[in-house]
């Protein structure tokens, strides 16, 4: 991968890629050689690198734009080609007139000063794996919206029923209420567990709910309820796909099981963290990588005065930060009391008062931590742990991917299940629509 700093000899190229064409500019020390735009398909594709070789580019630089840059960059990197992938920060804050072909001139002459920083360039299979991670991120994010605003509805009616959003039978007695006799549903789908008085209020709460809706709020609550389910099996589906690549890459899953063995860093935290770092050995030192998952703090200077501001620099990989963040907030939570993290965040908190600048400093000894293990090949071994602790942190280890495989099994079941659901929540969602309208346009003629 190319580095920064230097001022590059030769020949050097800078692409702006939009999605049906790119915009390429030539320069070397002295002056601009060529600019063309060129459309992106293959034929284009071909076309660019035989200008490459011919010109005796040294190096191209291009910006990481969505995904429309992939194809571009993996055909470049086939090719035997160097290429720089910046992130789009470091030159959208160019001055002048914004076109492509201004761009692709500024990538190339910054390229050639040596004033782009290297992102990271992933392999095609841990690129699919961060898709799927992100995507699965994201759709456990939709569901914890819809939770919010169904929760929002029942605080309106004052209503306790935030318990059944946590369990799948109570998801199912929420999805059904208004179809079925709530006594009927909680025969049906009630958990054995629950106590005669817990079940009586249980289902005074649901009777309540039932009786205070109109038609409005129940076509609220029954769209919020289909949405809460397809985010869920989208989840599940992306979920699956992360542990396909785990199982067929061996390099991932010896990095994913070193991680897992870390107390209160759970399955999806350690596969999105393996995800996004995609190789360690880009990284050479911690405080590399905690800059680069934009966890350091912001420095303001003037002169020899340097002022530490604490707060985050936030330009790293945002879905990294994500996952450490959530990681050390679960150890504050349910940590042991001898966690060195877990411990760390809790002292940090009650000597400063403030909660989330307790977590992002967890969040930071975390990432030094996970550096450490996967640089060194070696697992979670705090001081004063002895064999017998290890020996039991394996077994949770085993116990966490028993888990993982029964999970996979169950996604594998909800995949072959989820085309029919769509369809009957497609039908459904368009026969309430055309109810609704039909009732509408009939109170309308009425009234007319």
Not at 109 to 124: F, T
Not at 320 to 332: D, G, I, K, Q, V
């Amino acid at each position: 991968m190319e580095g920064e700093g230097a001022r590059k000899q030769g020949a050097v190229m800078g692409i702006d890629v939009a999605k049906d064409e790119f915009q390429h500019c030539i320069v070397n020390e002295n002056a601009i050689l060529a600019e063309a735009e060129i459309q992106y398909t293959k034929a284009g594709i071909k076309s660019l690198i035989t200008t490459i070789k011919r010109r005796k580019v040294t190096s191209v630089a291009m910006e990481s734009t969505s995904e429309y840059h992939l194809k571009l960059l993996f055909a470049l990197m086939d090719a035997g080609i160097d290429v720089l992938l910046a992130n789009p920060q470091q030159t959208k804050e160019t001055q002048g007139k914004k076109t492509d072909k201004l761009d692709a001139r500024r990538i190339a002459i910054a390229h050639r000063d040596g004033r782009l920083k290297p992102s990271v360039i992933s392999p095609k299979e841990i690129m699919e794996l961060r898709k799927a991670t992100r995507a699965m991120t994201r759709a456990k994010q939709n569901m914890t919206k819809s939770k919010q605003r169904l929760n929002q509805t029942f605080h309106f009616k004052d209503v306790d029923l935030k318990a059944l959003l946590k369990s799948d039978w109570g998801r199912t007695v929420l999805q059904s209420l208004f179809q079925d006799d709530v006594d009927v549903l909680l025969e049906k789908h009630a958990s054995s567990r629950m106590k005669p008085n817990q079940r009586a209020k249980l289902r005074e709460n649901l009777v309540k709910f039932k009786a205070s809706c109109d038609e409005i709020e129940v076509e609220l609550h029954e769209t919020e309820m289909e949405q809460l389910t397809l985010f869920e099996n989208h989840a599940n589906r992306y979920e699956n796909t992360c542990w396909m690549v785990v199982k067929r890459n061996d390099h991932v899953a010896r990095a994913f099981r070193t991680l897992l063995g870390i107390p209160n860093v759970g399955p999806a935290t350690s596969i999105g963290t393996v995800a996004e770092l995609v190789s360690i050995s880009h990284f050479e030192d911690p405080d590399q990588l905690v800059k680069w998952a934009g966890l350091a703090p912001k420095v303001k200077q003037s002169g020899h005065a340097k002022h530490v501001t604490g707060k985050l620099h936030k330009g790293g990989n945002k879905y990294l930060r994500r996952h450490l963040t959530l990681a050390c907030m679960n150890m504050y939570a349910k940590g042991a009391a001898d966690h060195p993290i877990a411990a760390y965040i809790r002292e940090k908190y009650a000597s400063t008062g403030k909660y989330w600048e307790a977590i992002v400093a967890g969040a930071r000894k975390l990432l030094r931590v996970m550096w450490y293990m996967l640089k060194h090949d070696t697992a979670w071994s705090p001081p004063g742990v002895d064999a017998s602790l290890l020996a039991e942190l394996n077994v949770l280890i085993d116990r966490k991917i028993r888990h993982q495989q029964s999970t996979i099994k169950k996604c594998e079941a909800l995949k072959r299940q989820l085309a029919n659901e769509s369809m009957e929540i497609m039908c459904t969602v368009r026969s309430h629509a055309a109810k609704h309208r039909s009732n509408i346009l009939h109170a309308l003629m009425k009234s007319v």
